[in-house]
């Protein structure tokens, strides 16, 4: 299953680009990141088995387990893509929340867009790492 990280703004050379290839490189599913301007342009066409994931700080705060059971479920039932959505300044509205099969949060706190990609390529690699029976995540 693709994991398909679609977000607003630009990265460019960053303290923030460098932590996102560190953890998507490790990752072992196939990884996309496709940017957007911060308002309009085009989100890439999905295929039909496609699973929107909307980041948004009003979501449901995952534990990590529950992310990997999550993306281990839709893997086992064909999802073809894991489509990841994070937001610029403004978020998103409540017509985008309604249309996303899970909003995830990272808590109630307001991160910056580039943090917020960065924390989400972390958590991508661990849930991966849990679903491979990795050590990497560690039950407190
Ligand atoms: C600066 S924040 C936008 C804040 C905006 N006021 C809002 O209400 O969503 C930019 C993006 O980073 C992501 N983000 C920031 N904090 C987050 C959190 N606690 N949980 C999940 N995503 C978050 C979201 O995708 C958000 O759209």
Do not use: C
Not at 16 to 45: C, N, S
Request: aromatic share 6%; hydrophobic share 45%; charged share 30%.
């Amino acid at each position: 299953m693709l994991l398909h990280i679609v977000a607003r703004g630009r990265i460019g050379r960053s303290a923030e680009a460098e932590l996102v290839d560190r953890y998507l490189k490790r990752i072992a599913w196939p990884t996309r990141i496709t940017e957007l301007p911060d308002t309009g342009g085009r989100e890439p066409a999905a295929a039909p088995q496609t699973r929107r994931i909307l980041l948004d700080e009003k979501g449901e705060a995952m534990p990590s387990l529950a992310l990997a059971e999550r993306l281990g479920r839709w893997r086992d039932d064909g999802v073809r893509e894991a489509r990841f959505l994070l937001g610029a300044a403004d978020g998103f509205d409540d017509a985008a929340r309604a249309e996303a099969d899970l909003l995830l949060s990272f808590g109630r706190a307001t991160w910056p867009h580039l943090l917020a990609r960065a924390m989400l390529a972390e958590q991508l690699f661990r849930a991966t790492s849990i679903l491979a029976g990795h050590p990497y995540h560690r039950e407190g």
